[in-house]
């Protein structure tokens, strides 16, 4: 067993004074990472004092021009000719570029009212949502932590948390009989859980059914949270809010569970997990964020632990892709553009909903309930998800993805409009044949 690094030593110390529950969730690998005082300290006090010469980055300067510049390949730049060289080939911040940060704090506000009263940490900036979920494995979870999760679920939960982390993996089905969300199989997971910490994982806009909740399910999961909560057991939650936004329906929650949970109880860390991915069109720029519900006395030192991770694997967030997210969020028609494209989801969604419980397939299959998001899932009634997904693909060139024995997932998202009609029936033709 490594010896604790004096400078991991205090900020442990320094989170179980500010948050004992913090403490207690904290991993082996989370109580050992710290962020050395070396090459980056050095740089930041250089950074401000070095006005002579500064030789402490490690990238190039280029003086040629008669002023100073971050060193790179005009063949390059003239690709992105309105975005200066340091806003392209800079190393960003470890955490993320400041304002980017700023931004979608402030954005997270705006689309989440309930969190006005609030206190929430400014977003951390990771490579994409998984490298924010790998972190708080890291942070987080031992091998043999229980995680709660529902029985359908975004598959890559499994390697990050289960194969890569040693989690292990409780789930509970994820609807209840009257197709709602099984808020008494979920609360009955955690009250029959007998660890003193617990993981938790939410994500509404659900993949892969596109099932949102509504306001009394929110206030009953949290009321489940709260109650386990409060015979002494630590819960990590962390709420994955990949589709935040794309709500279609007016009978559910149009806001994250992460409202919902900051400062709902000392022994309960809830923690948001949102993305540039999906809710800025930017799935390839790899711009996501994870946002704790805690204080800034728990957040400083969790900051330095989470910049040693991050130090240690990516090093930090792709500098032009913050730059295009950031950049973008401040352009002229922004918000009209986001406009439209929802608007273009949610036609397709509605549309989706119509044909795909249209009566004529009632016999085929049942519709899993979709709200959001950008899948619909159906249940078949006969028939092998796998062997109807192949006849698709091999017979009529329809790609859709099979899920277990039962349940196909279509991602209407990538389909026009004027497709939808055709890929129902084409799946009800070879459900048909048999
Ligand atoms: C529920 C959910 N969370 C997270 C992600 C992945 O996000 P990223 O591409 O930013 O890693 C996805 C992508 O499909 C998803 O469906």
């Known amino acids: 067993m490594q010896d604790l690094n004096p400078l991991a030593a205090d900020l442990n110390e320094q989170i179980r004074s500010a948050s004992p529950a913090v403490g207690g969730l904290l991993s082996e690998l989370g109580k050992r990472i710290y962020l050395p005082k070396g090459i980056l300290s050095q740089t930041t006090e250089a950074n401000a004092q070095a006005h002579q010469f500064n030789a402490t980055r490690a990238i190039a300067l280029d003086f040629s021009a008669g002023t100073t510049d971050i060193m790179h390949l005009p063949v390059s730049q003239k690709l992105v000719p ?15 570029q400041q304002a980017l940060r700023e931004a979608w704090k402030t954005h997270i506000l705006r689309e989440n009212p309930l969190l006005s009263q609030k206190t929430f940490s400014l977003p951390i900036v990771t490579s994409g949502m998984t490298h924010g979920f790998s972190l708080l494995a890291e942070l987080f979870v031992d091998s043999g932590d229980l995680l709660i999760l529902p029985d359908q679920m975004w598959g890559n939960y499994r390697l990050i948390f289960q194969t890569k982390a040693g989690a292990d993996i409780q789930t509970y089905p994820f609807f209840n009989a009257a197709s709602g969300f099984n808020v008494h199989g979920f609360r009955q997971t955690l009250t029959e859980a007998t660890d003193e910490k617990l993981i938790v994982l939410l994500n509404f806009p659900h993949n892969p059914t596109g099932y949102a909740v509504t306001d009394t399910e929110a206030q009953q ?25 794309l709500w279609y329906d007016e009978t559910v929650m149009h806001e994250s569970l992460f409202g919902s949970l900051a400062g ?16 800025e069109y930017a799935w ?3 711009v996501a964020f994870v946002t704790f519900g805690l204080d800034a006395t728990a957040m400083q030192p969790l900051e330095q632990k989470l910049s040693g991770l991050i130090r240690a694997n990516t090093s930090g967030t792709s500098q032009v892709s913050q730059t295009l997210i950031r950049t973008a969020m401040q352009a002229q028609g922004y918000a009209e553009q986001k406009q439209h494209n929802y608007e273009t989801l949610k036609a397709r969604a509605l549309k ?5 419980s ?19 899932c159906l249940h078949l009634k006969s ?24 349940a196909l997932r279509v991602a209407y998202s990538c389909l026009d409009e004027s497709g939808i009609e055709a890929v129902f029936a084409e799946i009800a033709r070879v459900i048909e044949k048999g």
């Open 82 to 96: 309105e975005l200066t060289p340091e806003r392209v080939y800079g190393y960003a911040p470890v955490l993320g």
């Open 221 to 245: 999961i949290v009321d489940a949270i709260v109650a386990r909560a409060e015979t002494g057991c630590r819960i990590l939650v962390m709420i994955d809010d990949a589709y935040a936004g």
């Open 264 to 279: 709902c109880h000392p022994n309960v860390v809830p923690v948001k997990i949102d993305g540039a991915t999906k809710e």
């Open 284 to 286: 390839g720029l790899r």
């Open 352 to 356: 989706v909903n119509t044909i795909a």
């Open 358 to 376: 249209d009566e004529q397939y009632t016999r085929y299959w049942d519709v899993y309930p979709s709200h959001a998001g950008y899948f619909v």
């Open 383 to 406: 028939g092998n998800a796998e062997t109807v997904r192949q006849r698709l693909l091999a017979e009529h060139g329809i790609g859709i993805i099979a899920l277990g024995e039962t």
